[in-house]
């Protein structure tokens, strides 16, 4: 059974960095797409970042509100991905929820219906 667990997240300053990891278990995949969404409380969940990969090949995506700011790093031994967060402000504090997509490897990666397995999600803070 598949497993994916994000770790990392936590309170920080405006201007700060952080890191969020996604780990998946329990399937060897050599194509996939793998996703980072985020909710705020009262809005709906939305779409950060995302990775497409076939065997050693990877292409990244990047919401315009991150794009610049955060970036994706590939650690292909620990099958464990993440995503690097910098200069945050208060608007990216939400929940970051890592999603999983094994059926379509061609899927839009910004559509939560791409996304067959999810985390439990972790708690992003950013605050004076």
């Known amino acids: 059974q598949v497993q994916v667990q994000e770790s990392g997240g936590g309170l920080v300053q405006p201007g700060d960095s952080l890191r969020v990891s996604c780990t998946t278990s329990?399937?060897?995949?050599?194509?996939?797409?793998k996703a980072w969404f985020r909710q705020a409380p009262g809005k709906e969940r939305e779409f950060v970042a995302a990775?497409?990969?076939?065997?050693?090949?990877?292409?990244?995506y990047y919401s315009d509100s991150v794009n610049g700011r955060f970036a994706i790093s590939i650690d292909n031994a620990e099958n464990t991905d993440d995503l690097q967060m910098n200069h945050l402000t208060s608007s990216d504090t939400a929940v970051y929820y890592c999603?999983?997509?094994?059926?379509?490897?061609?899927?839009?990666?910004?559509?939560?219906?791409?996304?067959?397995?999810w985390g439990q999600g972790t708690q992003v803070t950013v605050s004076p």
């Open positions: 329990g399937r060897t995949l050599s194509s996939y797409i």
């Open positions: 990775v497409r990969r076939s065997g050693q090949w990877n292409e990244k």
């Open positions: 999603g999983l997509g094994v059926r379509g490897y061609n899927s839009e990666v910004d559509r939560l219906s791409s996304y067959d397995y």
